[in-house]
């Protein structure tokens, strides 16, 4: 067993009681109200998911496992003389809620390092699909068929005890964590590249080796990439993509399942997808404005996508209500290294002109960028021009949260997750019902 395995599980085991008696002391604790329109709202606000990894504030952000997103790029392990920390660290963290040492990194490199090799048959899925196919349905696809090794699954079939579950699910997620790269750079050779591909190198640390398969040996690339695949990794447990892994988790779905049913909620241009829209967005206006657009001609456009009836992809959010420091850590990065990109100055354009706009439409809570504002103009900066992939950038990252997650979900024995549904008239039934007897 590796020192992480142990440690999760001299954690998370005894936790797994403390929580079953806290529950049971406080059962019958009122937490709080829904109403009528909480129903039809998305069930934005409502407290029925328990997520350990990350918990997020409406107005500061992020925070995993209590520490902030610059707290994470001063105190995660870097590789030596790096900037960034290693997204590696934050598995660690999110999983023990504990810092790692570079130590306690190398490990984690090293094992996934070993569990990395994909299997003939993933690589073979993928290639039966047309090159036009959406990056991140190709992604789902390869998720789904590295399904085939899942040790969950064949020792699920073979009969075991609830109490070992995680031990399995563990399995599979590390060995899902060192494969999903590998898969992800592969649909990009494939697609843009005449499927001319680039062998992993283990002497790299996780992101810079993505990075490498991918084609972008730069060492300010790798840099980008640790940073983007720490500050994507999660955001508490009621989005999409982490919303959907603990429940097709909660039906004993193995990580792989799991996992690729996220991955298709993150392919929506409201969660994920929003990445590639931006950049899409940002071009388009170019096109019809020309390369270089004012303030006010974007203030312009930005009027004429809100009287179209779309969306202005990469800004607003369902809890967030301030810019959000994602965006942030981005736009210090960018700063740094790319302050006269052209690209990247439209982005800050945008940061100035659309939150007015947006707030006084009146009905847009969050009137500030969200994540995937800033994202495409940096990996444009380096000539990552294929916007329909980022998002499977996104999915990469986001699998070092939810797969901690669910780890959490199988160690504390949480259930099948099946929430009540109603019918209008139900609701009105019981609205008149309620306001007579009142
Ligand atoms: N542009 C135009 N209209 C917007 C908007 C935006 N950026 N953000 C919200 N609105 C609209 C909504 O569509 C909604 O309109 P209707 O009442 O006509 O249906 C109204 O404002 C109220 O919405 P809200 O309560 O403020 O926002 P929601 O919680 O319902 O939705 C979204 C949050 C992120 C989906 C929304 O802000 C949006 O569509 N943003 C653009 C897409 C985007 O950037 N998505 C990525 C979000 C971050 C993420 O998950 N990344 O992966």
């Known amino acids: ?86 997204p590696e660290g934050l598995f660690y963290l999110m999983l023990l809620g504990e810092l790692p040492t570079y130590d306690d990194v190398l490990d984690i490199q090293a094992n996934w390092a070993q569990r990395a090799t994909v299997p003939a048959h993933v690589f073979a899925a993928l290639d039966a699909m047309p090159i036009t196919t ?102 508490e447990g009621g989005n999409v993509s982490a919303h959907t892994t603990h429940l097709v988790g909660s039906a004993l779905s193995d990580p792989y399942l799991s996992f690729a049913a996220a991955m298709n909620g993150l392919a929506g241009p409201l969660h994920g997808l929003a990445n590639q829209e931006v950049v899409r967005w940002i071009k388009d206006m170019q096109e019809e404005i020309g390369e270089d657009p004012t303030e006010e001609q974007i203030a312009t456009y930005i009027q004429q996508t809100l009287t179209e009836g779309k969306v202005v992809p990469g800004y607003g959010h369902a809890v967030l209500r301030k810019t959000d420091p994602r965006f942030t850590a981005q736009q210090e990065f960018a700063k740094t290294y790319m302050a006269d990109d052209k ?28 994540v995937d504002a800033h994202s495409g103009a940096l990996l444009l900066h380096y000539g990552f021009a294929e916007y329909e992939f980022y998002t499977v950038l996104f999915g990469v990252s986001r699998a070092l949260g939810v797969m901690a997650s669910l780890l959490w979900d199988r160690a504390l024995g949480l259930p099948l997750e099946r929430p009540k549904s109603v019918t209008y008239e139900w609701l009105k039934k019981t609205v008149e019902a309620k306001k007579a007897n009142a």
Not at 33 to 56: C, H, M, P, R
Not at 58 to 67: K, L, P, Q
Not at 343 to 370: D, Q, R
């Open 1 to 86: 067993m590796t020192e992480l395995k142990k440690k999760f599980a001299e954690k998370a085991l005894p936790l797994a009681v403390e929580i079953r008696n806290f529950v049971k002391e406080n059962a019958d604790f009122v937490l709080g109200e829904f109403t009528v329109e909480d129903v039809y709202a998305g069930q934005k606000g409502i407290i029925g998911l328990l997520t350990e990894t990350s918990l997020l504030d409406s107005n500061e952000g992020i925070r995993f496992r209590g520490y902030t997103i610059p707290e994470l790029r001063q105190l995660l392990p870097k590789v030596p003389g790096g900037t960034e920390p290693l």
């Open 134 to 235: 959406h990056p991140m349905t190709q992604f789902a696809i390869g998720i789904n068929a590295l399904q085939t090794e899942s040790v969950f699954a064949k020792a699920y079939k073979e009969g075991i005890n609830k109490k070992d579950y995680w031990d399995y699910t563990y399995e599979d997620v590390c060995t899902l964590l060192a494969r999903i790269p590998v898969v992800a750079a592969y649909i990009y050779r494939r697609t843009y590249k005449n499927g001319e591909h680039i062998a992993p190198d283990p002497k790299l640390d996780w992101a810079a080796n993505f990075a490498h398969m991918l084609g972008y040996d730069l060492n300010e690339f790798y840099k980008l990439m640790r940073l983007y695949l720490v500050i994507h990794a999660d955001h």
């Open 343 to 370: 690209l990247v100055n439209i982005v800050w354009k945008i940061y100035k002109v659309a939150p007015p706009i947006l707030e006084n439409t009146g009905k847009i809570k969050n009137p500030w960028p969200n």
